[in-house]
């Protein structure tokens, strides 16, 4: 199957054609406005389908508008009447159809055109009125806020906001690409004479932009955000997208002595945290209950035993691990234990623990095991 995408190297087209590509089923014929004119004849004559993403929304002036918009919209439908194509279009419209302002009204003039051109020839026509679209690739400083927030705050500069109540509508790149293709099969979510993405993301602006601080002051915290919110799991990952590329790395305080070394690694307000503990060759650590905090045992590398003990019991249990065959140890309320490397490198544990460190109640109660 062949599909045409124009605007192929816009936000919506790069993460479109790249999950076309990853799905190996289509023949995708990208169209950007630095391809020839006569590229685009070949492909209105061959598509099976044409994603028509191209647009003009920051122009150097208003007039640009209805020719990017609404001129080249022509051009296209023109091109497949030539060619008797009559394949579905579907077309990337803006909520901002419905208003009166220049890049509106130029939006509104596209979908008309293709509404006009579908009962002329009975060709399926999907218009999808997009509100905000978010998400990775897309170009910051430009039409996206949130792509300018992730963008600054990311790279340590100031961001201005003007009302922090403004109320957004906003849609994820994944679910309109999912939604696209979804459309592309025959099986669009059309609500009247309009397609639209399912899911609709509504928050305040002053919101997200404290969301996205709170992700840069995760890295320094060790928290991850709350990823069981969709919305926030969706920024967070878009985030992430605009960190600058020397800046993909960040250091943890690893707490040495002659043993070892203790390092948090990850904190969550509500899954507890995540170390790793490193014990030299004949090293023993621990010795010490806990009344309601838990923790999970985890060695990746090296070999040794994990003892417990339960309280006012002599009995002592022995848990033989190794880095060579990975195995979860529960470390149950009420039982002493320690942790001994037993072999001659060192040994790697990872630690969770079901709440945060709290030095004012640790939980923590030395006895020998």
């Not at 150097?60 to 008797?84: H, P, Q």
């Not at 002053?206 to 709170?214: H, P, R």
Request: aromatic share 12%.
């Amino acid at each position: 199957m062949k599909v045409l995408v124009t605007g192929a190297k816009g936000f919506i087209g790069k993460n479109l054609v790249a999950e076309l590509k990853s799905q190996n089923h289509y023949e995708i014929l990208e169209y950007n406005r630095d391809n020839d004119i006569s590229t685009l004849d070949k492909y209105c004559s061959e598509a099976d389908f044409v994603f028509h993403l191209a647009g003009v929304n920051r122009p150097k002036d208003k007039s640009e508008f209805m020719d990017g918009n609404y001129g080249f919209t022509s051009t296209l439908l023109k091109k497949l009447k030539v060619y008797k194509n009559n394949c579905p279009v579907l077309i990337s419209s803006s909520i901002q159809a419905q208003l009166d302002n220049p890049y509106g009204i130029s939006k509104r003039a596209g979908e008309d055109l293709l509404f006009e051109y579908s009962k002329q020839t009975g060709a399926k026509a999907l218009v999808y009125r997009l509100p905000n679209v978010f998400g990775k690739w897309c170009k910051p400083n430009y039409n996206s806020a949130v792509a300018t927030f992730c963008h600054n705050i990311a790279n340590n500069i100031p961001v201005t906001v003007n009302d922090a109540d403004t109320k957004m509508s906003l849609v994820y790149i994944d679910d309109v690409v999912e939604e696209f293709i979804n459309a592309l099969k025959s099986n669009e979510n059309k609500r009247g004479d309009f397609c639209e993405v399912p899911i609709v993301h509504n928050s305040r602006l002053g919101d997200i932009v404290d969301l996205i601080y709170s992700f840069k002051k995760s890295r320094e915290e060790l928290l991850v955000p709350d990823t069981s919110n969709t919305f926030t799991n969706k920024l967070y990952s878009t985030y992430l997208s605009y960190l600058p590329e020397d800046k993909f790395n960040y250091n943890l305080k690893m707490n040495e002595d002659d043993r070892g070394s203790f390092t948090e690694f990850i904190k969550t307000p509500d899954r507890g945290q995540v170390s790793v503990n490193i014990s030299k060759p004949g090293v023993t650590k621990g010795n010490h209950w806990h009344h309601t905090k838990n923790e999970k045992f985890l060695v990746v590398s090296g070999h040794g035993v994990i003892r417990f003990r339960r309280y006012n019991s002599e009995k002592v249990i022995e848990y033989f691990v190794s880095g060579n065959k990975l195995e979860v140890i529960d470390i149950p309320t009420g039982y002493t234990h320690n942790i001994e490397n037993l072999g001659n490198t060192e040994m790697v544990t990872l630690m969770w623990a079901n709440e945060l460190f709290n030095p004012e109640k640790p939980d923590t109660h030395y006895l020998e095991v």
